[in-house]
């Protein structure tokens, strides 16, 4: 069975960094849209950033552009988010997830609290 | 960025029919925007219902359909068991972003 596991989460101060990590098991990273989502509490779904399969071409909402920043490392099946400047409302749960086959692979999750 | 909406909450009684639709800010919802649909229950990771407007997984419900409804993307549960109260998110795709909708929390009652 496709597997997902996040980690890297935790407690970072206003305006701190982190750095979240996806391994995936039975999947391979290089030859799918991979993406990051996250949810706050109480809230919805927001998608964040999509790497695509040749690995270069990345997207952004918004709202975490120039802040955030997508990788992926192979060799390893490991995705990467790089979060700088982090706010309050960056407090969720982040979630990698893999696309394929129309179907998205999703992780348990990661929480993510932003508070001082 | 496009904002995508869908009706905060919806009863069904056990057994009836309930339609969640999704709208997009930036006009009529197409197949083009590849609408997938999403359900999560609590402490549950999402699970993929309907991909690419209306095709299914062989593990969703046939009581679930997708479809395109008057400029939107649409979800129809016909016959809702309790089993089908959760939460569900479609989500759109506009070029190379994906935005999600705001969710819709259903009540079988």
């Known amino acids: 069975d496709v597997q997902m596991v996040e980690s890297g989460g935790g407690l970072v101060q206003p305006g701190g960094s982190l750095r979240l990590s996806c391994v995936g098991s039975?999947?391979?990273?290089?030859?799918?849209?991979m993406h990051w989502v996250r949810q706050a509490p109480g809230e919805g779904l927001v998608w964040l950033s999509r790497?695509?399969?040749?690995?270069?071409?990345?997207k952004y909402a918004d709202s975490v552009k120039g802040r955030f920043t997508i990788s992926r490392d192979d060799a390893r099946n490991t995705l990467s988010l790089q979060m700088n400047s982090l706010r309050v409302e960056d407090t969720a749960v982040y979630y990698c997830?893999?696309?394929?086959?129309?179907?998205?692979?999703w992780g348990q999750g990661t929480l993510v609290t932003v508070s001082s | 960025q496009a904002v995508v909406t869908q009706e905060p909450s919806l009863t069904v009684s056990p057994g009836g029919t309930v339609t969640l639709t999704c709208g997009s800010s930036t006009g009529a919802v197409t197949s083009g925007h590849y609408p997938f649909w999403f359900q999560l229950k609590p402490g549950q990771a999402p699970k993929t219902l309907i991909y690419d407007t209306f095709n299914k997984h062989s593990w969703t419900p046939a009581r679930f359909s997708g479809s395109l409804l008057g400029g939107k993307a649409a979800l129809t549960l016909s016959g809702a068991q309790p089993e089908d109260e959760a939460d569900y998110y479609c989500l759109l795709f506009y070029r190379d972003t994906r935005v999600f909708g705001g969710g819709t929390k259903v009540t079988v009652l």
């Open positions: 790497i695509a399969g040749n690995g270069y071409d990345t």
């Open positions: 039975e999947f391979s990273f290089s030859s799918h849209n």
């Open positions: 997830a893999g696309e394929s086959g129309g179907n998205f692979h």
